[in-house]
T-cell receptor, first 116, second 109 residues
Framework: GAGVSQTPSNKVTEKGKYVELRCDPI?????LYWYRQSLGQGPEFLIY????????DSGLPNDRFFAVRPEGSVSTLKIQRTERGDSAVYLC??????????????FGPGTRLTVL | LAKTTQPISMDSYEGQEVNITCSHN???????ITWYQQFPSQGPRFIIQ???TKVTNEVASLFIPADRKSSTLSLPRVSLSDTAVYYC??????????FGPGTRLSVLP
C-alpha cells in the first residue's frame, strides 16, 4: 500500500518568507509525528498528533513553527518568518496504535527546506 | 526520556555478522527498545523492537540482558546494502523518540 508522502520534496525560500510543508500519512494511522533533521544528526522531534489534536508540541523550537491536522489525516507544518537556521530536512511519520509493534513509526521521504 | 549511547561509527566486511551495542542506563519499566535504519536521503525505517530477552525477525536479532540497561542489534552476514545509520531508541508505547546521532555502519567489499 501507499506509504507516507510529503510535499514538496524540496523547497527553497528566502529569509523572512512563510512556508508550508504537507504530510499525507498512511491511511488509518491515527498518530502523526513531525521531525527535522540536520546534516549528520539524528531526527529531532517537533510535534506529535493523536487524531486531530496535538498531543505533544514540546519540540517546536519557537512560535514561528505551527502545525495542524484538521481532519485527523493530512498535516501541514507551517513556518513563519523563516530563518537560515531553519534549513533542514523535515520528516513526517505516522503510526497505528494497538499493534504488536507499538513504536513502529513509518517515515516519509522528507522535505528538504533551504532558506537563503 | 531515557538517553542512549551507541558508537558513532563501525566498519565491517561483507558476509560478517555485525553487532551494535547501545547503552540505556536509565531505561524505565514501561520503555521498549527500538532500532531504526536510515539510508541517505530517506526517512528512518523500523528494524526491530523488544522489551526483554531476545527478539528475532527476518532481518535482525535484538539481544536484551535481564537488567535492560543495554541492548545489542545483530545483523547477520551483512552486505554492501546494509551501509546505513542505525539508531537505538527507548521509549514507552507511542512516546516521542529522542534520536541521537546513531551509528554509521560502513560495509566494505
Amino acid at each position: 500500500g501507499a506509504g507516507v508522502s510529503q510535499t514538496p520534496s524540496n523547497k527553497v525560500t528566502e529569509k523572512g518568507k512563510y512556508v508550508e510543508l504537507r504530510c499525507d500519512p498512511i491511511s488509518g494511522h491515527t498518530a502523526l509525528y513531525w521531525y527535522r533533521q540536520s546534516l549528520g544528526q539524528g531526527p529531532e522531534f517537533l510535534i506529535y498528533f493523536q487524531g486531530t489534536g496535538a498531543a505533544d508540541d514540546s519540540g517546536l523550537p519557537n512560535d514561528r513553527f505551527f502545525a495542524v491536522r484538521p481532519e485527523g489525516s493530512v498535516s501541514t507544518l507551517k513556518i513563519q518568518r523563516t530563518e537560515r537556521g531553519d534549513s533542514a530536512v523535515y520528516l513526517c511519520a505516522s503510526s497505528l496504535w494497538g499493534t504488536s509493534r507499538p513504536n513502529e513509526q513509518f517515515f516519509g521521504p522528507g522535505t528538504r527546506l533551504t532558506v537563503l | 526520556l531515557a538517553k542512549t549511547t551507541q558508537p558513532i561509527s563501525m566498519d565491517s566486511y561483507e558476509g560478517q555478522e555485525v553487532n551494535i551495542t547501545c547503552s540505556h542506563n536509565n531505561i524505565a519499566t514501561n520503555d521498549y527498545i527500538t532500532w531504526y535504519q536510515q539510508f541517505p536521503s530517506q526517512g528512518p525505517r523500523f528494524i526491530i523492537q523488544g522489551y526483554k530477552t531476545k527478539v528475532t525477525n527476518e532481518v535482525a536479532s535484538l539481544f536484551i540482558p535481564a537488567d535492560r540497561k543495554s541492548s545489542t542489534l545483530s545483523l547477520p552476514r551483512v552486505s554492501l546494502s546494509d551501509t546505513a545509520v542505525y539508531y537505538c531508541l527507548v521509549g514507552d508505547y507511542g512516546q516521542n523518540f529522542v534520536f541521537g546521532p546513531g551509528t554509521r555502519l560502513s560495509v566494505l567489499p
